[in-house]
């Protein structure tokens, strides 16, 4: 594996790195859990120091925060529901973002894609609530989508013609969008800024489950976007795309074409989201309807390796931390940052242990000539 | 490698499982009490925080279990928060602390009956059909006026010492809409009561807490040749930039005087102990909590800190005067008598008293010749612009 001849010169150090070559599937996941493992019990440890509790309690409390009192034999159908629609938003902003980044175009905009998706059911809710509801639900659905897919179109069209910087683009867009919401909540809201829900043009319930719709809706996208990724043409051309672009001029796939492509089907999936959250959800829009969960579905799908049912478990982990340490920081006041400590850990295990998975550590063993 | 992984997999898979397996069992099955609390933000926030100790406070001398939630966005999460302090935590009250909270509040107050569900600043509650629903706000517009009192004589000390001095005060406020107008407009006519010819410019910030902001607007003030300055935002930018331009400074929330002791005179803040107190009381004795509580300077939740060390001689005597006279009614804040609106003493208002969408003018608020504030509603409705304060910009967020 290491090159031999160069070590011969100087004396091998104790520790050092090299690349693993593939190793299996199952090894890799092996790996994976260990890390999650390890940083829960690390996160165990640092907040049994903080509250004094055990760490069976801490964790006790977090799935109370997360499923009520479960274990208790309690069982809350709304707290159920809650968590699977905590899950389905932010996996739904993630499945969004994943065919942009599986072509390497870095969309960190879709905040922005969502909040104006938001934007427009919510004034098609205010305005257009003559309309018979089934036509009503059609015009939020359709031009909430188009919005989230022209708020991805803008900056696909700059870096395609003039190869502007993404990134910087969508970031911007998202400012745009924000802003844009502020005035019309200014507008509508007048001083209070607030707009009262609306009871027009929500999305319907089903068996009487306010959350189920949504749960559903993005189930299906699921679905679908783990099949246009893995099994489409299209898919096909994002992956080349995203690999080397050159390579996918010498074969003849039109890179510009995909790249509007694709970012459209990214901010569509975005405008979704936030019409799920205002037609299915908040029946209101503020600035901060969509609350930040565009930037973490960013990490959401890169922790899912862009497999959309491994983001939909990676998304279920995020929101379990993410509700539970915010049980544990208001059961013992602590404040918010212990959320954010205990979610950073996590992370920083789950993204570190793939240093793990394609590299390997190896130490020098004394005097014995190295094995290959 | 591959030992050492597993061997390591399966020690953490134990500890996971031990872990797990400590589940707590608190079958505790003591009937306390339970309250739920709802904060917008966390301690960090100024306007929570105040209402976090309050609620501290006020469970523990009620001997009643406090659970809060904090960080809860004013959309359905806050819905959410509610469903988990009823079902999860089996809470008899629930309290939301933010505005926005309201029409979430109102959704979960529907689905739980048997819940009280209270909430600060909010404004729908008398006009719910909803028995379970309840606003709380304070006259805090009395405290401001107090405040006014202290920076008027404050002022006429300065002009007494200095004849070129041009009394005009400067004033940092976050948004454009009721509740900032009746506090500074208090603020104003306290003032006003001492030193007659005084006037106020005020610069909003659009932001309730945004330290930044509030220092530029109160520099930009006392570069306008403001010599007192007062805020209604969260943060320490305004005090800070008057202890820097040696200016006196009204402060709101609480005293200032460790980080400004040359510049703070006084402070106005809201103490929700009171309410806290009178909710939990009611529904221990079974009683209905009112539709709109109004926190006064009487019930103790219309607070005034201690006083500055460079206010003017004799404030403190003057300040006892004018509380027992607003308490008994002899002095009201907002006495038409007192101000003119373009020139003319308003004889009729009609303020948005009740909601809709459409922001209506629909209750009449002034009779004979007061505009009674926090009366028809805990929540003030007073947003009149009135003849000596110039807005020098308006912000509506």
Same mark, same amino acid.
């Given at each position: 594996?290491?090159? =031999?001849?160069?070590?011969?010169?100087?004396?091998?150090?104790? !520790?050092?790195?090299?690349?693993r070559?593939?190793?299996?599937?199952?090894?890799?996941w092996?790996?994976? !859990?260990?890390?999650?493992?390890?940083?829960?019990?690390?996160?165990?440890?640092?907040?049994?120091? !903080?509250?004094?509790?055990?760490?069976?309690?801490?964790?006790?409390? %977090?799935? /109370?925060?997360?499923f009520? /009192?479960?274990?208790?034999?309690?069982?809350?159908?709304?707290?159920?529901?809650?968590?699977?629609?905590?899950?389905?938003?932010?996996l739904?902003?993630?499945?969004?973002?994943?065919?942009?980044?599986?072509?390497?175009?870095?969309?960190?905009?879709?905040?922005?894609?969502?909040?104006?998706?938001?934007?427009?059911?919510?004034i098609?809710?205010? @305005?257009?609530?003559?309309?018979?509801?089934?036509?009503?639900?059609?015009?939020?659905?359709?031009?909430?989508?188009?919005?989230?897919?022209?708020?991805?179109?803008?900056?696909?069209?700059?870096?395609?013609?003039?190869?502007?910087?993404?990134?910087?683009?969508?970031?911007?867009?998202?400012?745009?969008?924000?802003?844009?919401?502020?005035?019309?909540?200014?507008?509508?809201?007048?001083?209070?800024?607030?707009?009262?829900?609306?009871?027009?043009? @929500?999305?319907?319930?089903?068996?009487?489950?306010?959350?189920?719709? @949504?749960?559903?809706?993005?189930?299906?996208?699921?679905?679908?976007?783990f099949?246009?990724?893995?099994? $489409? =043409?299209?898919?096909?051309?994002?992956?080349?795309?995203?690999?080397?672009?050159?390579?996918?001029?010498?074969?003849?796939?039109?890179?510009?074409?995909?790249?509007?492509?694709?970012?459209?089907?990214?901010g569509?999936?975005?405008?979704?989201?936030?019409?799920?959250?205002?037609?299915?959800?908040?029946?209101?829009?503020?600035?901060n309807?969509?609350?930040?969960?565009?930037?973490?579905?960013?990490?959401?799908?890169?922790?899912?390796?862009? @497999?959309?049912?491994?983001?939909?478990? %990676?998304?279920?982990?995020?929101?379990?931390?993410? $509700?539970?340490?915010?049980?544990?920081?208001?059961?013992?006041?602590?404040?918010?940052?212990?959320?954010?400590?205990? $979610?950073?850990?996590?992370?920083?295990?789950?993204?570190?242990?793939?240093?793990?998975?394609?590299?390997?550590? =190896?130490?020098?063993?004394?005097? =014995?000539?190295?094995?290959? | 490698?591959?030992?050492?992984?597993?061997l390591?997999?399966?020690?953490?898979?134990?500890?996971?499982?031990?872990?797990c397996?400590?589940?707590?069992?608190?079958?505790?099955?003591?009937?306390?009490?339970?309250?739920?609390?709802?904060?917008?933000?966390?301690?960090?926030?100024?306007?929570?925080?105040?209402?976090?100790?309050?609620?501290?406070?006020?469970?523990?001398?009620?001997?009643?279990?406090?659970?809060?939630?904090?960080?809860?966005?004013e959309?359905?999460k806050c819905?959410?928060?509610?469903?988990?302090?009823?079902?999860?935590?089996?809470?008899?009250?629930?309290?939301?602390?933010?505005?926005?909270?309201?029409?979430?509040?109102?959704?979960?107050?529907?689905?739980?009956?048997?819940?009280?569900?209270?909430?600060?600043?909010?404004?729908?509650?008398?006009?719910?059909?909803?028995?379970?629903?309840?606003?709380?706000?304070?006259?805090?517009?009395?405290?401001?006026?107090?405040?006014?009192?202290?920076?008027?004589?404050?002022?006429?000390?300065?002009?007494?010492?200095?004849?070129?001095?041009?009394?005009?005060?400067?004033?940092v406020g976050?948004?454009?809409?009721?509740?900032?107008?009746?506090?500074?407009?208090?603020?104003?006519?306290?003032?006003?009561?001492?030193?007659?010819?005084?006037t106020?410019?005020?610069?909003?910030?659009?932001?309730?807490?945004?330290?930044?902001?509030?220092?530029?607007?109160?520099?930009?003030?006392?570069?306008?040749?403001?010599?007192?300055?007062?805020?209604?935002?969260?943060?320490?930018?305004?005090?800070?930039?008057?202890?820097?331009?040696?200016?006196?400074?009204?402060?709101?929330?609480?005293?200032?005087?460790?980080?400004?002791?040359?510049?703070?005179?006084?402070?106005?803040?809201?103490?929700?102990?009171p309410?806290?107190?009178?909710?939990?009381?009611?529904?221990?004795?079974?009683?209905?909590?009112?539709?709109?509580?109004?926190?006064?300077?009487?019930?103790?939740?219309?607070?005034?800190?201690?006083?500055?060390?460079?206010?003017?001689?004799?404030?403190?005597?003057?300040?006892?005067?004018?509380?027992?006279g607003?308490?008994?009614?002899?002095?009201?804040?907002?006495?038409?008598?007192?101000?003119?609106?373009?020139?003319?003493?308003?004889?009729?208002?009609?303020?948005?008293? +009740?909601?809709?969408?459409?922001?209506?003018? +629909?209750?009449?608020?002034?009779e004979?010749?007061?505009?009674?504030?926090?009366?028809?509603?805990?929540?003030?409705?007073?947003?009149?612009?009135?003849?000596?304060?110039?807005?020098?910009?308006r912000?509506?967020?």
């Amino acid at each position: 594996m290491a090159d =031999k001849t160069a070590q011969k010169v100087h004396r091998e150090p104790w !520790l050092h790195i090299a690349k693993r070559s593939e190793i299996p599937g199952w090894q890799a996941w092996l790996i994976r !859990l260990a890390a999650i493992l390890i940083a829960f019990v690390l996160v165990g440890i640092i907040s049994s120091l !903080l509250t004094g509790e055990g760490i069976g309690e801490v964790y006790g409390i %977090m799935i /109370r925060g997360v499923f009520g /009192r479960l274990f208790e034999g309690q069982f809350s159908a709304k707290m159920m529901w809650r968590f699977l629609q905590s899950t389905a938003i932010l996996l739904c902003l993630s499945l969004a973002v994943t065919p942009a980044f599986k072509m390497k175009f870095w969309n960190c905009g879709a905040e922005g894609q969502a909040l104006i998706g938001g934007l427009v059911a919510m004034i098609c809710m205010m @305005n257009l609530s003559g309309l018979p509801y089934w036509l009503l639900l059609v015009v939020i659905v359709v031009t909430s989508t188009l919005a989230g897919a022209v708020w991805g179109l803008i900056p696909a069209l700059f870096k395609a013609q003039y190869g502007t910087n993404e990134t910087l683009f969508t970031l911007m867009m998202n400012y745009v969008a924000t802003q844009i919401t502020a005035y019309y909540v200014y507008l509508v809201g007048k001083g209070s800024g607030t707009i009262n829900p609306v009871d027009t043009g @929500n999305l319907p319930v089903l068996f009487g489950a306010p959350y189920l719709l @949504n749960i559903l809706i993005v189930a299906i996208l699921t679905v679908a976007l783990f099949i246009y990724l893995k099994n $489409s =043409k299209q898919g096909y051309e994002i992956t080349v795309v995203g690999e080397s672009q050159n390579t996918a001029r010498y074969i003849g796939i039109n890179v510009k074409k995909v790249i509007i492509r694709t970012m459209m089907i990214s901010g569509a999936l975005c405008g979704v989201a936030g019409m799920l959250l205002v037609a299915g959800t908040n029946h209101s829009v503020n600035t901060n309807t969509v609350g930040g969960q565009g930037f973490t579905a960013i990490m959401v799908s890169w922790l899912g390796q862009f @497999n959309a049912f491994i983001m939909a478990g %990676m998304a279920a982990l995020i929101v379990f931390l993410k $509700s539970g340490a915010a049980k544990v920081a208001d059961t013992f006041f602590l404040n918010s940052s212990y959320a954010d400590i205990v $979610s950073g850990i996590v992370i920083l295990f789950l993204v570190g242990c793939e240093f793990f998975i394609r590299y390997t550590v =190896k130490i020098r063993r004394n005097k =014995k000539e190295e094995t290959v | 490698m591959k030992k050492i992984l597993a061997l390591l997999l399966a020690v953490l898979m134990i500890v996971g499982l031990v872990a797990c397996g400590e589940k707590p069992n608190d079958d505790k099955q003591e009937e306390k009490m339970k309250v739920g609390f709802i904060f917008l933000h966390d301690e960090n926030s100024t306007y929570d925080k105040n209402f976090i100790d309050a609620a501290v406070e006020a469970c523990k001398n009620m001997g009643v279990e406090m659970v809060q939630k904090t960080q809860i966005p004013e959309d359905s999460k806050c819905y959410d928060a509610a469903v988990e302090l009823v079902e999860v935590e089996g809470c008899d009250i629930v309290f939301g602390d933010s505005f926005g909270h309201e029409p979430y509040l109102i959704q979960a107050a529907e689905e739980y009956p048997d819940v009280e569900f209270c909430h600060a600043t909010g404004t729908q509650a008398h006009t719910s059909e909803l028995k379970n629903i309840h606003n709380a706000f304070a006259s805090i517009y009395q405290g401001r006026y107090l405040a006014g009192v202290v920076a008027g004589l404050k002022l006429k000390e300065m002009m007494d010492a200095d004849d070129k001095i041009v009394p005009k005060m400067g004033y940092v406020g976050a948004f454009t809409f009721a509740e900032v107008m009746s506090g500074y407009t208090s603020f104003y006519l306290g003032a006003k009561s001492i030193v007659p010819e005084v006037t106020m410019d005020v610069k909003f910030t659009g932001s309730w807490y945004d330290e930044t902001k509030e220092k530029e607007a109160a520099q930009a003030l006392i570069q306008g040749g403001c010599v007192l300055i007062s805020q209604h935002a969260d943060s320490m930018g305004a005090p800070t930039a008057c202890e820097n331009a040696k200016v006196p400074n009204v402060s709101y929330n609480g005293s200032t005087a460790a980080a400004c002791p040359e510049t703070f005179l006084v402070s106005s803040r809201i103490n929700w102990v009171p309410y806290f107190e009178y909710m939990i009381t009611c529904v221990k004795e079974g009683k209905e909590i009112d539709k709109d509580w109004v926190g006064t300077l009487d019930n103790g939740a219309v607070k005034l800190t201690e006083l500055g060390k460079n206010v003017a001689a004799g404030t403190a005597e003057k300040l006892a005067a004018v509380e027992a006279g607003l308490k008994d009614g002899s002095i009201n804040v907002f006495d038409t008598a007192n101000f003119t609106v373009k020139g003319e003493k308003l004889t009729s208002y009609m303020a948005d008293v +009740d909601y809709d969408a459409d922001f209506t003018k +629909d209750t009449e608020a002034i009779e004979n010749g007061i505009f009674y504030e926090s009366k028809h509603r805990s929540g003030p409705y007073f947003d009149i612009e009135i003849d000596g304060i110039t807005l020098l910009d308006r912000n509506y967020g």
